[in-house]
């Protein structure tokens, strides 16, 4: 059974960091492309960052310079490291497993990140 369960979201005050951790079972992790997205009240989801199975990463560019993702394949894992959190950083931050064609697209729950004094 595929599962991604994220952890790490709260409550952070403005200039704050926090690290997401999204942890992978039922599929062959190092192969698939991670992703974290998230979605604020009213708005769609969004792309945060990526990496692929080679490691190169991509981000969305509001966090960039901010923002880290990461991964470690032995733990089938990936991380996102948030840092100089902002209020519009405020959402629902989602876990993405992709390979291939959409048949291959794994989803998380979710977990709430809010930045606010």
């Known amino acids: 059974q595929v599962q991604l369960v994220e952890s790490g979201g709260g409550l952070v005050q403005p200039g704050g960091s926090l690290r997401l951790s999204c942890a992978a079972s039922?599929?062959?992790?190092?192969?698939?492309?991670m992703g974290w997205f998230r979605q604020a009240p009213g708005k769609q989801r969004e792309l945060v960052a990526t990496?692929?199975?080679?490691?190169?990463?991509n981000y969305e560019d509001s966090v960039k310079g901010r923002f880290t993702i990461s991964r470690d394949n032995a733990k089938k894992t990936v991380y996102l490291q948030m840092n100089n959190l902002k209020p519009e950083d405020t959402a629902v931050y989602y876990c993405?497993?992709?390979?291939?064609?959409?048949?291959?697209?794994?989803w998380g729950q979710g977990t709430q990140v809010t930045v606010s004094l």
């Open positions: 993405n497993a992709h390979f291939g064609t959409s048949a291959y697209e794994y």
């Open positions: 990496i692929r199975s080679g490691g190169s990463t």
């Open positions: 039922g599929f062959v992790f190092s192969i698939y492309n």
